[in-house]
Nanobody, 127 residues
Framework: QVQLVESGGGLVQAGGSLRLSCAAS????????MGWFRQAPGKEREFVAT????????SYADSVKGRFTASRDNAKNTVYLQMNNLKPEDTAVYYC????????????????????WGQGTQVTVSS
């Protein structure tokens, strides 16, 4: 399986921006669709975004569409999540995820579709 390590979380004011990074190792990075989930205290882990193996296609949860952008650099084995216009309700632990499947399985099956997880990085948005 691929190993994932996130970075880039932190504390930001509402309306601000953060960029999360996720470095992968251990297997062929381009064999995996990549993406992000998040989990707020007392809530279930929820789908945020996914990007296809080549990076040519992306999908987003409605709650982040137009504000968040997923991208990847297969030469660097890294996937990114650019988060703009952050809101207090975006506060959560963000998890990088890898799956051999891309598409609706990410939001339909959620965590059950994921092969590997990162350790998580905290994002806190103050009002």
């Amino acid at each position: 399986q691929v190993q994932l390590v996130e970075s880039g979380g932190g504390l930001v004011q509402a309306g601000g921006s953060l960029r999360l990074s996720c470095a992968a190792s251990g297997r062929t990075f381009s064999d995996y669709a990549m993406g992000w989930f998040r989990q707020a205290p007392g809530k279930e882990r929820e789908f945020v975004a996914t990007i296809s193996w080549s990076g040519s296609s992306t999908s987003y949860a409605d709650s982040v569409k137009g504000r968040f952008t997923a991208s990847r650099d297969n030469a660097k084995n890294t996937v990114y999540l650019q988060m703009n216009n952050l809101k207090p309700e975006d506060t959560a632990v963000y998890y990088c995820a890898a799956s051999t499947a891309y598409g609706s399985v990410w939001w339909r099956d959620g965590p059950a579709a994921i092969r590997s997880w990162g350790q998580g990085t905290q994002v806190t948005v103050s009002s």
